[in-house]
């Protein structure tokens, strides 16, 4: 089993930034994606983007291109997620995502952190 626990989030004006983290622990060597996904009130859970665990590969949705970043610091078994130029529309539950494979829908997720509100206000 992975346990994943995330920190950050909160509510910032457009424009802004935020960061989020998720600390892995337990069965860490059987990770091979480690990402995020976020729903929106009413919406589906959407994948966000994602960090290839051995050699720091990334990989973005389009909507979050240019703007977030996704890093990595193994010795510390934590993904972070940095958002600038934060618009009114990326208000969702932010989710950490973890799998033995590569994760780009809410299917591929074998673990999932606890969720963490980010609001923007406009």
């Known amino acids: 089993q992975v346990q994943l626990v995330e920190s950050g989030g909160g509510s910032v004006q457009a424009g802004g930034s935020l960061r989020l983290s998720c600390a892995a622990s337990?069965?860490?060597?059987?990770?091979?994606?480690m990402g995020w996904f976020r729903q929106a009130p009413g919406k589906e859970r959407e994948f966000v983007g994602r960090?290839?665990?051995?050699?720091?590969?990334?990989y973005y949705a389009d909507s979050v291109k240019g703007r977030f970043t996704i890093s990595k610091d193994v010795a510390k078994s934590t993904v972070y997620l940095q958002m600038n130029s934060l618009k009114p529309e990326d208000t969702a539950v932010y989710y950490c995502?973890?799998?033995?494979?590569?994760?780009?829908?809410?299917?591929?997720?074998?673990?999932w952190g606890q969720g963490t509100q980010v609001t923007v206000s406009s």
């Open positions: 995502a973890a799998g033995s494979f590569t994760i780009a829908t809410p299917q591929d997720v074998h673990y």
């Open positions: 337990g069965r860490t060597f059987s990770i091979y994606n």
């Open positions: 960090i290839r665990w051995g050699v720091a590969l990334t």
